[in-house]
């Protein structure tokens, strides 16, 4: 019988992360996976980052976790989102190669000692309240101080394709029934959520000549802190969209959808809607773009994003053939409803321990999220959790105001979940000082601190610190006159004060350009450091701006909201937030704030029409 210190049950996103950073602990770990080969498989789309989702990359890179450095390894399209907009809501991305990133992932794994167990795990063993280990199907059992299940889509998985419906955790892989009835012996009381992916598709046989096609970005922004470019080719996507002939096809077929032919019980994700939910919820659209994703550089393989599905095999052919470009088109693999089993995530501390034992901790789709990347913090916060309570590590703080993943985890823990989580920006009240750029600000130090950081990455950062350092003090020395920022182009009012670096970059339109023509010495500090300097300087007056709106909100979350009150007619209020508060219609701003998925920026825009309209009935 063996013993470890934890075992990890999954070998998807969450449980590669939480297997890496229990052994950056130096925990005696082991991974128990249905099948060695698959350890760091895409499951679903071939991408990692975008927005909000970047973000939390970022910030598992920043604390040495391997998803950025495995995305950087395997990336074949890397694009910045939202480049026009500031850094705050700026996500990087990447379209990753399949079997690259497992590679790459499986390499990264290969340089930390574990055990690895092929096998599935069929039941929890416990002893006074506390987990002991894993029993798994073949009757071995596996010894362990601490759990961390990471089940993704297995837990009575259910793939659908039209009425066809297979026992599956995801395609050509069995479903852990056993683990999921066990646990409701336990007294865990499950929930079904849905998720969905398109047909892939033969590229060899799309008509790219009738296709826009998107390239990569020429100036990559890379998702790991310690990488410097691509390491592989890159490659362009192909832009379609469905017209009105494919939506009468999917209009004529629904009732064969599994979701609508009344097969599916579990909740699917708002944020990424299958075809057939686009084309019945937003019936005013005469079409709906589809990226043609390759999916890596020796395979034909297309992900066509934007088409998920649970129509029957036949239905989709025609529907994708449909489609300029695709009118040949082949499909390899048929596109397919998922529904799984979940926990309500209210039942886990801030660390992910469930209360169902002393010792376990979940992560991943297991606690209601969708996503890769919401799935790798959780297994990094996991990790954490069991350092902390095994060998007592300073802990690293996760909360609302310094992270995306405390966000996340807050989220989860006190709303819980009701359809599948998805982070974004507009979730984080602090989101102009969580960017994506200073997630190492915000966390290495307390990485290395705590254990979890290598001395490579460490040393990495303390240089960067030590230019970015240098890039400030010089930007704080400088002493400009108006005119003398007039000379250079900076539209000053004639004032007589003076002004340093930081205070003109604060300026919207001011550009490192122009301070190097009052201060030359600038030139001789590396981008990155002079990019950061001047972001930080343009968003403190926000950030101090925005700390203070959040204060005010804080004291307001007392005011009642009116009977009868007109959600729709509030300006910056998305079409989600209205239909979400109008379906609870809450008391006052206080219970509005509880209400899953109701953002800040939502409360805020409720708080101003309230005020509004009650200075209109005073006047």
Known sequence: MKHFDVVVVGGGHAGCEALHAACRYGLNAALVTLD?????VMSCNPAIGGLGKGHLVREIDALDGIMGRATDLSGIQFRLLNRSKGPAVQGPRTQSDRQLYLKAIQALLAQQDYTLIEGEAAALMSNAGSVTGVRLADGSEVRARSVILTAGTFMRGTIHIGDKRVSAGRMGEKAAD????????LGAVFGRLKTGTPPRLNGDTIDWSQLELQPADCDPVMLSFLSKGPAVQQVSCGITHTNGHTHDIIRENIGKSAMYGGHIEGVGPRYCPSIEDKITRFADKSSHQVFLEPEGLTTNCVYPNGISTSLPEDVQEAYVRSIQGLENVEIQQPGYAIEYDFLNPQGLSSDLESNLMGGLFLAGQINGTTGYEEAAAQGLVAAIGVAKRLKGVCPITFDRSTSYIGVMIDDLTTRGATEPYRMFTSRAEFRLKLRADNADQRFTEQGHTSGLVSGHRYGVYQEKMKRLDQCRSLLSSMSVSPNQARRVGIDLGLDGRRRNGHELLSIPGVTI????????KLAEFDTESLDQAAREALYVTYIERQGRDIEALARDLSVKIPNGFHY??????????????SAARPASLGAAKNIEGVTPAA????????????LKNTG
């Open 513 to 520: 350009a122009n301070l190097a023509d009052l201060t030359p």
């Open 178 to 185: 056993e683990l999921s009835l066990q646990m409701e012996s």
């Open 568 to 581: 729709a007619g509030v300006a910056g209020l998305s079409s989600e937030m209205i239909a979400k508060l």
């Open 603 to 614: 409360l805020t825009a409720v708080l101003l029409s309230i005020k509004s309209q009650s």
């Open 36 to 40: 060695k080969n698959k350890v760091g």
